[in-house]
T-cell receptor
Framework: DTEVTQTPKHLVMGMTNKKSLKCEQH?????MYWYKQKAKKPPELMFV???????INESVPSRFSPECPNSSLLNLHLHALQPEDSALYLC??????????????FGPGTRLTVT | AQKVTQAQTEISVVEKEDVTLDCVYE???????LFWYKQPPSGELVFLIR??????QNEISGRYSWNFQKSTSSFNFTITASQVVDSAVYFC????????????FGTGTRLLVSP
């Protein structure tokens, strides 16, 4: 079962709000990813977790805070966002992180609008 | 540095036509991996295929086929007898084999299949 779920599907938040995006996978994958995708652009990597530890942070502003509570769950905490942070946020997972041969499986995304 | 070029921004075809999506890549590594993903309007990226640099065999899966040619650094994707459900944005992506190398996506090709 190659499924990654994300909640919520849509989120509208003000610049002073705090919200969280959630991602879950039950494929036993040990690597999980957050991507940001603006309209008509490819996904951009934000964070990578491997075995529940943050492995890569692609110089993402601190108003985005990732968390991996266990091997199946990945959260993205949002605080004091800017309108330009409005985008589709995609979660993905892969079997392992070491080496780059494993395909990533993506969730349906959360469409975020910052007002 | 790695780079993926999808020169076709948008392709429009009529149902049952065959269509080829082009992908040209650049890498200095001898070991690398190529991927195709489909992104329908719903937003989720769907994994289609992974190819490693040592396997130049072409692959066919139903109406989909892939032509990998190292001599021209290309990994093209053909849909035979296209259907309306094939309408989506298709991304070609590359990762190298040195430690963790993030997926480098092309800019995507939007395919519109009309009835």
């Amino acid at each position: 079962d190659t499924e990654v779920t994300q909640t919520p599907k849509h989120l509208v938040m003000g610049m002073t709000n705090k919200k969280s995006l959630k991602c879950e996978q039950h494929m036993g994958h040990r690597a999980m990813y957050w991507y940001k995708q603006k309209a008509k652009k490819p996904p951009e990597l934000m964070f990578v977790y491997s075995y529940e530890k943050l492995s890569i942070n692609e110089s993402v502003p601190s108003r985005f805070s990732p968390e991996c509570p266990n091997s199946s769950l990945l959260n993205l905490h949002l605080h004091a966002l800017q309108p330009e942070d409005s985008a589709l946020y995609l979660c993905a997972s892969s079997q392992e992180l070491a080496g780059s041969s494993y395909e990533q499986y993506f969730g349906p995304g959360t469409r975020l609008t910052v007002t | 540095a790695q780079k993926v070029t999808q020169a076709q921004t948008e392709i429009s075809v009529v149902e049952k036509e065959d269509v080829t999506l082009d992908c040209v890549y650049e890498t200095r590594d001898t070991t690398y991996y190529l991927f195709w993903y489909k992104q329908p309007p719903s937003g989720e990226l769907v994994f289609l295929i992974r190819r490693n640099s040592f396997d130049e065999q072409n692959e066919i899966s139903g109406r989909y086929s892939w032509n990998f040619q190292k001599s021209t650094s290309s990994f093209n994707f053909t849909i035979t007898a296209s259907q309306v459900v094939d309408s989506a944005v298709y991304f070609c992506a590359l990762s190298e084999d040195t430690g963790f190398q993030k997926l480098v996506f092309g800019t995507g090709t939007r395919l519109l299949v009309s009835p």
